[in-house]
């Protein structure tokens, strides 16, 4: 009789596997009592209205006001947030993450005029202002803020996009709410004979599965439970991209995407440049498919085989502490410094929540604020190699966290998400050249270099194909064309043509994932995965194959936080992403690996 493996309620799972969140607060009621001398606090917001242009002082003291409320708000929404996370079905945490987000946007809504009064004061003043002493240490953010002086609305129509705060935030929340706690995918038998709950998070790990038996039943459950909320999950997405499309009109943008690419000064052309690299490499992506297909010995290869490993039963069972183990081991070429710390976070400093548990949000991520732990949130599965590389990607953003905010003032501490994929997947490189150099068989090595073949594949081809399906539907959106459910699933279906071309049989239910990826509900995010990686390979083997000096460059990319534009940081470290050539060199060396493992399988 097959064994129920069901994940176990918030209420069981011990407390030194859970992150300690009493560094932000002690308790529940402790977030009440700064929650409610932060709403106390909200007259305050308007205080400097209509002065912001008399002095350099008066403009100081409002930045630093700001300064501090943004803190203690951001500390009050981590808490919110992270304990949300924990169970989303949670009423009490549903109900504090609603409160927060309230509270915010009527911060924003007292606080909407700052920008604009800016943005008034005369240039020859605020040139006047900018040399000023005091104003030294908030210099960059106001010449990012003067680039937006087009885009800038008058007060009050600042304020009215500022109240709108809450209802923008709908198209995620039904998302979220849909994906990670009504929809019921049911069991799935797995290659061992246990029912297994099909999650949002067992779902990866049950297409990794060496019985094909088991990747198709999990495939065709999951996407079946899917295709019963199509209309639901088209509507919401349609409600997203009609929210970016209203939102870059107001204020000025030829287009969604120069709205989203304005605040890092990333050229569309260097969008369109990765779009075109990675077309370039598909032959090659076909090529490794066909590979696949043949390792695996199918007649036809379908998405639920592009996950599972090429070598059968090279699946490790490598324990949480083993894990962190290879990710202190891999990193040691960044120095003690940076190994202690991430191994204290990692482990008896309880930064990471480490499995999952009923209700628990999927998938990972890493989050924090200033002057406080930077939080990672697992569903760390002993048997899956993915999640030790995962929680070497989450540890390094948080590394990357720990390092901007000693070296930042708070409102440079935080770093563009562009740089943070550069962080977080130069961990993943490192963890597979370690691996790689240790492994104790032909057998392992050839699952390595697999592993860093999807790497790629997922990471740098893959988000493209999402990116360039972000670009589509938007620009149907923009051109009046309504995106309906036939639209979104033809327009995703040429893509996925395209990108798995004839190696592969494409199942009609694979249309729906254009629907099903969270980041599509965050417009024009995911092209940062791709560059990231790219100029992550690039910096990992400057690091490897390198000394001092580049240890030291790399880790004064990760102090750097936001204290430049991300373009300008990552040319400092030794990567240019508005030229093509990063991209071209990470397709370059996903042929080399293809071409050796054409020699190995």
């Not at 963890?431 to 790689?436: C, F, S, T």
């Not at 539907?473 to 004839?502: M, S, V």
């Not at 729906?512 to 940062?528: C, D, N, S």
């Amino acid at each position: 009789m097959s064994k129920r493996k069901a994940p176990a309620p918030r209420s069981k799972v011990a407390q030194a596997d859970t992150w300690d969140l009493t560094r932000l607060f002690s308790s529940d009621t402790a977030w009440e009592k700064a929650f409610a001398r932060l709403e106390k606090r909200l007259p305050e917001a308007a205080a400097f209205r209509g002065k912001l242009g008399r002095s350099a002082r008066q403009l100081w003291r409002c930045l630093e006001f700001s300064n501090e409320v943004g803190l203690l708000l951001e500390k009050a929404g981590a808490y919110a947030q992270l304990k949300y996370s924990e169970d989303i079905a949670n009423p009490q945490y549903q109900a504090m993450v609603a409160r927060f987000s309230f509270l915010a946007t009527r911060f924003g809504e007292a606080s909407s005029y700052i920008n604009p009064e800016i943005q008034a004061i005369p240039k020859a003043r605020m040139a006047v202002f900018l040399k000023d002493p005091l104003l030294q240490p908030h210099r960059f953010t106001l010449e990012c803020l003067l680039r937006y002086r087009p885009h800038i609305l008058s007060p009050n129509e600042e304020r009215l996009l500022a109240m709108q705060g809450e209802v923008a935030e709908t198209p995620s929340k039904v998302f979220d709410q849909l994906s990670d706690a009504d929809l019921k995918f049911g069991e799935v038998e797995d290659e061992e004979g246990n029912l297994v709950e099909l999650t949002q998070s067992s779902f990866r790990g049950l297409l990794e599965s060496p019985r094909r038996a088991v990747r198709k039943e999990a495939f065709h459950k999951y996407y079946g439970v899917m295709e019963g909320h199509s209309n639901t999950l088209a509507a919401t997405l349609n409600g997203s991209v009609l929210q970016d499309v209203y939102y870059a009109r107001a204020r000025n943008y030829p287009s969604a995407r120069e709205a989203a690419l304005f605040g890092d000064k990333m050229p569309v052309a260097a969008y369109d440049a990765l779009i075109a690299a990675v077309r370039e490499a598909l032959p090659t992506v076909y090529r490794y498919l066909e590979l696949r297909r043949r390792a695996l010995r199918l007649k036809k290869l379908h998405f639920c085989d592009t996950y599972t490993p090429i070598v059968k039963d090279a699946a490790k069972d490598i324990t949480y502490d083993e894990a962190v183990d290879l990710c202190c081991a891999a990193t040691a070429p960044l120095g003690n410094e940076y190994v202690n710390a991430m191994r204290c976070g990692l482990s008896s400093g309880r930064w990471v929540d480490r499995y999952e548990n009923r209700g628990k949000h999927s998938g990972a991520f890493s989050y924090g604020c200033y002057g406080c732990p930077p939080y990672i949130l697992m569903n760390y599965k002993s048997g899956v190699l993915d999640s030790v590389f995962t929680l070497a990607h989450e540890a390094g953003h948080s590394m990357h966290s720990w390092y901007s905010m000693r070296a930042q003032s708070y409102q440079y501490a935080q770093y563009p998400i562009l740089l943070a994929e550069v962080a977080s997947t130069f961990n993943e490189q490192l963890l597979g050249r370690y691996l790689l150099e240790n492994a104790a068989s032909e057998q392992e090595r050839v699952l390595l270099i697999n592993k860093q073949i999807d790497e790629i594949r997922g990471t740098i081809i893959r988000q493209t194909m999402f990116a360039e399906y972000e670009k589509v539907i938007h620009e149907i959106a923009e051109g009046g064309q309504p995106l309906t459910l036939e639209t979104l699933r033809g327009e995703y279906r040429k893509l996925l043509d395209a990108y798995f071309g004839p190696a592969m049989v494409v199942d009609k239910e694979l249309e729906l994932e254009g629907m099903r990826i969270p980041h599509f509900y965050r417009a024009f995010y995911v092209y940062k995965y791709a560059t990231g990686l790219s100029a992550a390979i690039t910096l990992s083997r400057m690091v490897l194959d390198g000394g001092e000096q580049e240890r030291k460059r790399y880790l004064a990319f990760l102090a750097a936080g936001g204290s430049r534009y991300p373009l300008d940081t990552l040319k400092t470290a030794g990567v240019n992403l508005s030229e093509p050539e990063p991209i071209r060199r990470a397709m370059d060396v996903f042929k080399e690996l293809v071409d050796i493992l054409e020699t190995m399988v």
